[in-house]
């Protein structure tokens, strides 16, 4: 009977542990997707402020436009794989947050600061800016690589999707609400002043972070043996590589982002230039169309449970292509469909965003449940490289077509890749039953 009672009483005191461990790790997620949301404030108005301070402060052309705006995806592209690997040996995916967040917070004090001194003007005002996008986008590669470490770690494996899906409709949600609040400001102060803004925002962000830790003390798994990081890289790729269901979804998600790149260089010229749409009309489709995959990144992940992952990427794929043929047959080639080609824009921007949502949650779960222990930043990191790197080479591409060849073949070549980026999920099984 003792013994009885005492297996009882310790059954009891196990499951409340469980328990407690359950809720802290739900509210860390709550304050995870707070500071994703404030995270995507910040980002979208400090790379907004960069541009805007570039042409209207130092009047730049499209040529310092360009290199800033491509500084982000380039350090994905080069420092992705070397970052990863740095946070599987450093194992606190939370101080590298951290640490990140602050020195975008710096980024933007310091770019006040020279605005206040009198030096954003002439080569020092472009050194200031150029470097300031620098640090950003190295400083997001940490973060981001950080978050996905951390997400794993917050959640059971078969929660991992959901809770991805939450984070992004978060950084979605701050990214809708950063442009209109930087229109806001920017009615009532100078450009360079608006930097205020993203420094608030990381900051608060910062403060945030601190509460994930303080609900959820996070376990940090067994030490494994240090090697060079040339070969913990090289493990890294190899394993991506030689996984079948990890190298089918990294080869749709490339195709994938591609498109969606060649969507962001066609879609401004097509509206503003063939279509002759306003800038503002232009803007408000564009945020209907963010709003659309804010919504649809709340479900993605209960839609991919429900109907697997294969059929949800083709669904995903096609439902972006038939926007892209409505647009191209309501005005931007050929114009044959009834109503006006703002309409058709606009279901154009609502389908792309709500397929890019559900293309970025399903599947999401595949790496933190298929890498090695140990590895999983390295994994994430080489996956990263090869879907983020892909992008500014999309652009470009897309870019030469179209001043080449016209803006038929640009769309085509937009519609193709977008298409292209459901043949690797046919056979991709799903992990967990419905």
């Given at each position: 009977m003792p013994d009885k009672v005492s297996g009882m009483a310790l059954r009891d005191v196990e499951g409340r542990r469980l328990r407690s461990e359950r809720f802290a790790s739900a509210v860390s997620l709550r304050w995870?997707?707070?500071?994703?949301?404030?995270?995507?404030?910040?980002?979208?108005?400090?790379r907004t402020l960069l541009s805007i301070i570039a042409v209207m402060t130092l009047g730049a052309g499209t040529g310092l436009v360009g290199v800033i705006n491509a500084l982000g995806l380039t350090a994905f592209l080069l420092l992705g794989l070397p970052i990863g690997i740095i946070a599987d040996r450093i194992d606190?995916?939370?101080r590298i947050m951290t640490r990140s967040t602050l020195a975008r917070a710096g980024v933007a004090v310091g770019v006040l600061a020279c605005w206040g001194g009198g030096w954003l003007h002439g080569a020092t005002g472009i050194t200031t800016l150029v470097s300031a996008a620098l640090i950003i986008g190295i400083a997001d590669v940490f973060y981001t690589?950080?978050?996905?470490?951390?997400?794993?770690?917050?959640?059971?494996?078969d929660h991992i999707r959901e809770a991805f899906g939450r984070v992004h409709a978060g950084t979605q949600a701050g990214a809708v609400v950063g442009p209109p609040l930087l229109s806001g400001l920017l009615l009532i102060a100078a450009a360079p002043t608006a930097w205020i803004?993203?420094?608030?925002?990381?900051?608060?962000?910062s403060l945030t972070q601190r509460q994930i830790h303080r609900a959820f003390?996070?376990?940090?798994?067994?030490?494994?043996?240090?090697?060079?990081?040339?070969?913990?890289?090289?493990?890294?790729?190899?394993?991506l590589m030689a996984h079948p269901i990890l190298r089918r979804m990294t080869a749709a998600n490339m195709l994938n982002n591609a498109g969606v790149m060649a969507a962001n260089t066609v879609v401004p010229v097509v509206a503003l230039r063939h279509l002759d749409v306003s800038p503002p009309t232009f803007t408000a489709l564009a945020a209907a169309g963010a709003v659309a995959g804010v919504l649809v990144a709340t479900v993605a992940s209960r839609i991919t449970a429900a109907l697997g992952l294969a059929t949800v990427r083709v669904l995903a794929a096609v439902a972006?292509?038939?926007?892209?043929?409505?647009?191209?047959?309501?005005?931007?080639?050929?114009?044959?469909?009834?109503?006006?080609a703002e309409v058709w824009l606009g279901v154009q921007f609502v389908l792309a965003g709500a397929s890019a949502a559900v293309a970025n949650v399903a599947g999401s779960d595949l790496v933190p449940r298929l890498a090695?222990?140990?590895?999983?930043g390295s994994v994430i990191a080489a996956q990263r490289t090869i879907t983020l790197g892909i992008m500014p080479l999309s652009a470009l591409l897309t870019g030469l077509i179209g001043t080449s060849m016209g803006i038929t073949p640009a769309i085509a070549?937009?519609?193709?890749?977008?298409?292209?980026?459901?043949?690797?999920?046919?056979r991709i099984p799903d992990l967990d039953p419905r």
């Open positions: 995870l997707v707070v500071t994703s949301t404030l995270e995507g404030l910040a980002d979208s108005t400090a606190a995916p939370g690589t950080g978050q996905s470490l951390l997400v794993p770690k917050l959640t059971a494996p803004a993203p420094a608030a925002a990381y900051l608060l962000s003390d996070v376990p940090a798994p067994s030490t494994t043996e240090r090697i060079s990081l040339w070969v913990q890289g090289r493990a890294g790729i190899s394993h972006a292509s038939l926007g892209i043929l409505g647009l191209a047959l309501g005005g931007a080639i050929l114009d044959v469909l009834p109503g006006s090695p222990p140990g590895k999983l070549l937009w519609a193709t890749l977008i298409l292209a980026s459901a043949v690797p999920c046919f």
